[in-house]
């Protein structure tokens, strides 16, 4: 049974104090692994996809990279409206399917 | 905007009711999927179709069903409504099958059953 592992639950910082945080996954071959971004009473906004070990996106100060079991979306000079629960997610390959199997998130809020 | 609609946005009903939830997806898109999300289990996938036909199911109850009409847009039917079934459900659409296909959410579906 593909598993995310989201850490840490919740993450206060000031504002410009940059952090990480980890997406530690286990699926059955790996077609692409998902960042998104969830603001209170919205659905989530997709933010990246990350297919092989090695990659690096990068969208204003996010940066998220993976390896093979784990993945780190890294926050640079946060601004509070970075404050957002962060959702990591992986597509498994194979069988057809298509849905992503989801981590329960990070809750990151920036405080001024 | 993610071009996902869901309607309506809140629903109260009673335990032992039905109720039916509508997606319409970003255009262009063949592959719609349904997730419930509430405060302790995070975001569970419910079910997928592509155009029309079902894909794919995950965690979802007997007493649910869904379909895609031909138009693409979807439903999901919940009855014998329960207590626990009070959650956020959400509609996402992609592409279709295949490497590159980021799910598109919409702004979910808030379902209280009292």
């Known amino acids: 049974e593909d598993q995310v592992t989201q850490s840490p639950e919740a993450l206060r910082l000031q504002e410009g104090e940059s952090s990480s945080l980890n997406c530690s996954y286990t699926?059955?071959?790996?077609?692409?692994l998902f960042w998104y971004r969830q603001d209170p009473g919205k659905g989530p906004e997709f933010l990246f996809t990350?297919?092989?070990a090695g990659e690096e996106k990068e969208k204003e100060r996010l940066k998220a990279t993976l390896t093979k079991k784990e993945s780190f979306l890294h926050i640079t000079a946060p601004k509070p409206e970075d404050s957002a629960t962060y959702l990591c997610?992986?597509?498994?390959?194979?069988?057809?399917?298509?849905?992503?199997?989801f981590g329960k998130g990070t809750h990151l809020i920036i405080q001024p | 905007d993610s071009g996902v609609t869901q309607t309506p946005k809140h629903l109260i009903t009673a335990t032992g009711q039905r109720v039916t939830l509508r997606c319409s997806p970003r255009?262009?898109?063949?592959?719609v999927y349904w997730y419930q999300q509430s405060l302790d289990q995070g975001l569970q996938f419910l079910i997928q179709?592509?155009?029309?036909?079902?894909?794919a199911k995950g965690n979802i109850l007997e007493r649910f069903s869904a379909q895609q009409f031909p138009d693409l847009h979807s439903e999901l039917n919940l009855s014998s409504l329960e207590l626990g079934d009070s959650a956020l459900y959400f509609c996402?659409?992609?592409?279709?099958?295949?490497?590159?296909?980021?799910?598109?959410f919409g702004n979910g579906t808030r379902l209280t059953v009292t």
């Open positions: 255009s262009g898109d063949l592959s």
């Open positions: 990350l297919y092989s």
């Open positions: 179709y592509y155009n029309g036909e079902e894909r």
């Open positions: 996402a659409s992609s592409v279709g099958t295949g490497r590159s296909s980021p799910l598109h």
């Open positions: 699926v059955s071959g790996l077609r692409g």
């Open positions: 997610a992986v597509q498994a390959g194979g069988g057809g399917a298509d849905g992503l199997t």
